[in-house]
């Protein structure tokens, strides 16, 4: 069985710790769980935000709406497949998402009157930028050799997966979350 080696922290030494193939295994498994549910955590914000977008326009509606699905089918893909080209073509299109956002809130997106013109800056969209943000960072952390220490540190999958979910709706019920 293949030996991982695991940085564990203790009485503020840092120390390496040979852990069990299988324990490395558990925490790629954990990291593709939580870059699952920030995936669907996205799409869920997208969802929830599609009809006041539908209402402003409804290619901008449609827009966040197949974005959501996007989401959520890539989601699935990924804790299905275990595949890296399914990570990379994900986090591809989380990266385009967050360069769009980050477009539309400085240079502006183009309105009814064809004048292009800057979104505020609203909760709902920071929050989903940072958990495609995370999407991206757990896409590419390594998931051979030696673990990072840092992924050790993360709370536990138990943990973070309701709390992603539970903040990613909580989001949509701040007023003008998304302007």
């Not at 990379?88 to 998402?97: F, H, P, R, T, W």
């Not at 990613?168 to 979350?177: D, H």
């Amino acid at each position: 069985m293949e030996q991982a080696v695991v940085s564990v922290v203790s009485e503020g030494r840092t120390k390496d710790v040979r852990a069990a193939g299988s324990e490395q295994a558990s925490l790629r498994k954990h990291a593709t769980q939580v870059a699952a549910a920030a995936l669907v955590g996205a799409g869920g914000v997208h969802f929830g935000v599609a009809p006041d977008h539908f209402a402003e326009r409804p290619t901008h509606g449609l827009f966040f709406l197949l974005a959501g699905i996007w989401q959520c089918w890539a989601a699935a893909l990924v804790l299905a497949r275990h595949s890296a080209v399914h990570r990379y073509v994900a986090a591809a299109g989380n990266i385009a998402l967050v360069a769009l956002w980050i477009v539309s809130r400085t240079v502006g997106i183009p309105n009814t009157a064809g004048q292009w013109v800057a979104e505020p800056v609203g909760i709902a969209d920071v929050w989903t930028v940072l958990i495609e943000t995370a999407f991206v960072v757990l896409v590419f952390t390594p998931r051979q050799g030696r673990v990072p220490s840092r992924l050790v540190r993360i709370p536990s999958a138990s943990v973070l997966i309701p709390a992603i979910m539970i903040v990613s709706v909580g989001v949509l019920f701040v007023p003008a979350a998304h302007h």
